[in-house]
């Protein structure tokens, strides 16, 4: 069984650490890439940056199918905007943001190159949620996170009720 990681939780200052590209495809990344997939089934999410389980490489892990059947592993992922004016609008959850969605608008059309476990790469024209997903966990390798995208009011009361639930537990 794999290693259960610990998710850190919004405003936890170590998500605003910039990843490292990943220049070693060995054992210990594969590893990695499963605890990680194991930490979001276990924790019911769609999408994991390594960030948020506190190893600062550009890794992402996510499943968007239904059957939770479809692991897939995005190394030093980078992509580019192919229409600024074509959006996608989808209300986003995060893991690091528990009990909170909002709606956010990305670009859709983009061209996406990334490295798969062994270090071959790929390169593909995302439709739909995996374009904004894969945008969000992005954000997550550049320390950004989803509530920079809304009013600093809100954050700031997002902010305030995570601290506060989570000092009851
Ligand atoms: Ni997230």
Not at 12 to 36: C, I
Request: glycine share 4%; net charge positive.
């Amino acid at each position: 069984m794999p290693e259960k990681l610990k998710i850190l939780i919004f405003p936890d200052p170590r998500l605003r650490k910039v990843a490292k590209k990943v220049t070693k495809f060995d054992k210990s990344l594969k590893k990695l890439a499963d605890a990680m997939l194991h930490t979001m089934y276990d924790a019911n999410g769609i999408g994991l940056a390594a960030t948020q389980v506190d190893r600062h490489l550009r890794l992402i892990v996510m499943d968007l199918s239904e059957n939770k059947d479809d692991p897939r592993v995005f190394i030093n992922p980078t992509y580019k905007i192919l229409d600024n004016h074509s959006l996608y609008e989808f209300e986003e959850g995060c893991l690091s943001i528990p009990g909170f969605n909002e709606l956010i608008s990305r670009p859709d059309k983009i061209d996406l190159k990334w490295q798969d476990l062994d270090g071959n790469e790929h390169n593909d024209k995302p439709e739909g949620l995996l374009t904004v997903c894969i945008q969000h966990e992005i954000d997550h390798l550049e320390g950004k996170l989803m509530v920079d995208y809304i009013s600093s009011l809100k954050r700031d009361r997002i902010r305030k009720k995570i601290i506060r639930d989570f000092k009851r537990k």
